[in-house]
Each structure stands twice: as structure tokens, then as C-alpha cells.
Nanobody, 121 residues
Framework: QVQLVESGGGLVQAGGSLRLSCAAS????????VGWFRQAPGKEREFAAS??????TTYYADSVKGRFTISREKNTVYLQMSSLKPEDTAVYYC????????????????WGQGTQVTVSS
């Protein structure tokens, strides 16, 4: 069984930066795909970024491309967020799977509990 724990959320002013972390246990993270999703109040969970196994391939949503970077080091995956905007405010979730790393959140098998990111204007 894979357990994921996110951390690093908080309150930041527009234009600022945050780095989210997702720590995995139960399985070597490099053998899993990873995705970051976010969900704002009253909205559906949306894709932000993902990475294939062994960090070979990454995908980004158009809304975050050039501002967010997904990376992996040992058993932790990071989401570096820069030039944050108020519309980035959401609960951010880390997800993992043995194969899938696309944009459909329903295809991921493992989820963290989420971490709140609030960007003030």
C-alpha cells in the first residue's frame, strides 16, 4: 500500500512562491507516476502537473505552464510554484499510480490528504 503526505501549503501574496512536497511510503516513489491536482471551493478537481516513472516525462496544465515545476528527489515529489495568482488558490493534492500520469484524476489510485494554498491579491 502506498501512503502519500503533502506539506508546504500556506498563505502567500500574489507574485510569491511556494514549494509543495509529497512524501511517499510503502513503495519506491521512482517506480510510480505522480500527479498534482487542485480543487477550489465549488469546482471540480483539476490537473496541474504530472510526471512519469523515473522522472522521464512531465506534463503541465496550460494555466500553470512556465510557473510551476514538478520534480522528484528520492521518495519525495515537489511542486515548485512561482508567480502565484489568486486563481491558484485551492487545496492541492498529490496522486500516484503504477502507470497512468495523465490529466484524469479518476485514473490515479493513490491520494494524499491535500494541502491548502491561498494566494491573496
Amino acid at each position: 500500500q502506498v501512503q502519500l503526505v503533502e506539506s508546504g501549503g500556506g498563505l502567500v501574496q500574489a507574485g510569491g512562491s511556494l514549494r509543495l512536497s509529497c512524501a511517499a511510503s510503502g513503495r519506491t516513489f521512482s517506480s510510480l507516476t505522480v500527479g498534482w491536482f487542485r480543487q477550489a471551493p465549488g469546482k471540480e478537481r483539476e490537473f496541474a502537473a504530472s510526471m512519469g516513472r523515473f522522472s522521464v516525462t512531465t506534463y503541465y496544465a496550460d494555466s500553470v505552464k512556465g510557473r510551476f515545476t514538478i520534480s522528484r528527489e528520492k521518495n519525495t515529489v515537489y511542486l515548485q510554484m512561482s508567480s502565484l495568482k489568486p486563481e491558484d488558490t485551492a487545496v492541492y493534492y498529490c496522486a500516484a499510480d503504477v502507470n497512468y500520469f495523465g490529466r484524469n484524476y479518476q485514473q490515479y489510485n493513490y491520494w494524499g490528504q491535500g494541502t491548502q494554498v491561498t494566494v491573496s491579491s
